[in-house]
């Protein structure tokens, strides 16, 4: 007789086992009809998996994010039963859910073109309307790899061997046609609706690596509703225009090469806006009580072993043997080099908290098809920091942390911030009663700021609690940026230590600090945040003077002298081109101010601004318009 709690408290008795249809039908129609899937006990199954013993249940809609991964999973398997229907022979190979939408990897000779998208979507279509239902099966491993060996699916093999041998090997059938999967899965195809859209086709080595064979992945999207699918398909649309590899071109900032893959080749303007970031965020931390440092691009293995980094990390870290045997790692994070200078001198508690900041450059290796712009690099700088304090300082500097990190964020254009806690692994280090400590320093942080979290239960690094900053942006898109993580590892593993006030040396509790995360990636977002009409403060180049034609060039460069005097970075363009087209140029620059000079401006000592994104325009003194533009710059800058 097991006995169900639902997540109000509620208590529900049966007197034989009970499934998840019958438990959405004793609580409601509506509920049993919106039923997808179900969780039992933390655990998501099917609706049709039988509960024989007491447990807590919660019926998953597609108002629940697990619900609307379910749609997705389903629908990327009535994906790869159409691609295999419209196209025999075609091999699989793994389709998850993902963010906003889902993918299939596929083995195929002939590469997929748009045509075969369309056509691939009115199959999943008509599957959907067939009602085909779902099955769950469980096989004997020995079965699994015969069968799919027999039939040609050699990657399903492999899937195969991978699954621990204490789990089950399932096979779910959407109608006759089967796919190698753990689930849960929604009843029938029916469920899923028909508010889905393929999207695109990439390339994508088989387990991400490139020694192996490039399959072909299609991705798509799908959601409960038609306006939902609208609403995310001008979302892309908006985020294509708004693509920051694009606006780096037309603002000329950078550029990448095959000579230097995932590194960035910065140009002046987009320099000058990585810089002013850089000067922004040191005059914010100097005000905080931060002492700038800069430790070794490259050191030596013993250290990064010591640290635990070698273990964990060493198949991301670029290594280089020198003539006398040595083993030295370009660094990958900065932390155990500011350990290092931590360790420089004895410490007291009177030095505690020791805040040490670093705009470190650090080298990861990426695979190459992971390799997006700004977004995904194999070479980027940290704005990192790392707080030394004692076990009681912990709760003050992680709210000084976040309010500063929620500062930032606010002068930079995102006020739509949302926080995520994760507390202790099962698998970590640190003594409970410090882990109790950091747990609730970090909570209270983040509740003293009244903003939206989200707790991601036994989600901690293996050496702390930790916050991550999601920053949304003008469009709806979430983008995890700053992080906070308490450390009760690496001082200990690196002999960082400190003189209490009763004489005893003792280990610091260790913060890491990062608030743009990476600055290149930051400035990705940014971009594509503004859509490349940055804040006056943050634009690289501010202004240019246009001439109506040449016989006024001598006045456009008092013009320009007078607004660089004044601090506003700003360019003339003399070329002999009418003037619109220069209006039009300078615009697809993104160039926030276009000061434009004719006879009359001349005449009257005053120019005529045109704002970026504005047709009005509106003339003024050249005094007035130097104190008036000067002080607007001056605002974040000071």
Not at 598 to 614: A, D, M, Q, Y
């Amino acid at each position: 007789m097991p006995e169900i709690k639902l997540p109000d408290g509620k208590k529900i008795q049966f007197s034989t086992t009970i499934n998840g249809f019958e438990i959405a039908n004793k609580i409601s129609k509506s509920l049993e009809k919106a039923a997808l899937i179900m969780e039992v006990d933390e655990e998501l199954k099917d609706l049709s998996h039988q509960i024989k013993k007491d447990s807590r249940v919660k019926i998953i809609t597609s108002k629940d994010q697990e619900g609307l991964d379910a749609i997705r999973h389903d629908t990327t398997h009535i994906m790869a039963m159409a691609v295999q229907k419209l196209f025999p022979g075609t091999k699989i190979a793994i389709g998850p859910a993902i963010k906003d939408g889902f993918y299939y990897d596929f083995s195929r000779k002939e590469p997929f073109t748009p045509q075969d998208l369309e056509k691939i979507e009115k199959k999943m279509k008509e599957i959907v309307e067939k009602d085909e239902p779902t099955k769950r099966e469980v096989w004997e491993r020995k079965k699994a790899k015969d069968h799919y060996k027999k039939i040609g699916e050699n990657y399903k093999v492999e899937l195969v061997d991978s699954i621990p041998e204490d789990q089950e090997v399932t096979i779910y059938y959407h109608g006759k046609w089967y796919d190698l999967c753990r689930g849960p899965h929604l009843v029938s195809t029916k469920k899923i609706g028909k508010y889905f859209k393929l999207t695109k086709v990439s390339g994508a080595y088989w387990r991400g690596d490139s020694n192996n064979e490039m399959l072909q992945r299609i991705y798509g999207t799908s959601w409960p509703s038609q306006k939902e699918l609208d609403e995310y398909l001008k979302r892309l649309e908006e985020a294509e225009k708004r693509d920051h590899r694009k606006l780096g071109k037309e603002m000329d900032l950078f550029h990448f090469r095959e000579e230097s893959p995932g590194a960035v080749f910065w140009h002046d303007k987009g320099w000058t806006l990585f810089q002013t970031l850089v000067d922004y965020m040191r005059q914010k931390q100097k005000k905080a009580g931060y002492k700038e440092i800069n430790t070794p691009e490259l050191l030596d293995k013993n250290l990064w072993e010591k640290s635990g980094h070698w273990e964990k990390f060493g198949e991301h870290m670029y290594t280089s043997e020198t003539p006398d045997k040595k083993v030295f790692a370009v660094k990958p994070m900065n932390c155990p080099g500011c350990v290092q200078v931590f360790n420089r001198g004895l410490k007291s508690y009177r030095d505690l908290p020791l805040k040490l900041s670093e705009f470190g450059k650090v080298h990861r290796y990426e695979p190459s098809g992971a390799l997006h712009g700004l977004l995904r690099v194999r070479a980027f700088t940290q704005d990192d920091a790392h707080i030394f304090c004692t076990e009681d300082q912990i709760t003050e500097e992680c709210l000084t942390v976040t309010n500063l990190i929620l500062e930032i964020y606010k002068d930079l254009g995102f006020e739509n911030v949302l926080l995520k806690y994760s507390d202790r692994p099962e698998k970590r280090v640190g003594d409970d009663k410090v882990w109790d400590k950091s747990e609730e320093a970090l909570l209270k942080a983040i509740k003293q700021t009244k903003l939206k979290y989200e707790i991601n239960k036994g989600e901690g690094a293996f050496y702390g609690p930790k916050i991550e900053f999601v920053l949304r942006d003008a469009i709806g898109r979430d983008w995890q940026c700053g992080t906070l993580q308490v450390d009760l590892n690496l001082p200990f593993r690196l002999g960082a230590s400190y003189v209490d006030r009763d004489g005893l040396k003792k280990v610091p509790v260790m913060l890491h600090r990062a608030l743009f995360g990476s600055l290149e990636r930051f400035i990705g977002i940014l971009l594509e945040h503004y859509a490349g009409k940055l804040p006056l403060w943050l634009s690289p180049l501010q202004a240019i003077v246009l001439p109506i034609s040449s016989e006024f060039d001598n006045y456009a460069k008092k013009i320009y002298e007078q607004f660089t005097k004044a601090g506003i970075n700003t360019e003339m363009d003399l070329k002999n081109q009418k003037i619109n087209y220069k209006i039009r140029e300078h615009s697809l620059s993104k160039i926030p101010l276009l000061l434009i000079c004719g006879e009359k401006e001349f005449k009257n000592e005053s120019v005529t601004i045109r704002r970026l994104g504005h047709e009005q325009q509106e003339t003024l003194s050249l005094q007035v318009a130097t104190d008036k533009i000067s002080k607007a710059n001056k605002i974040l800058k000071n």
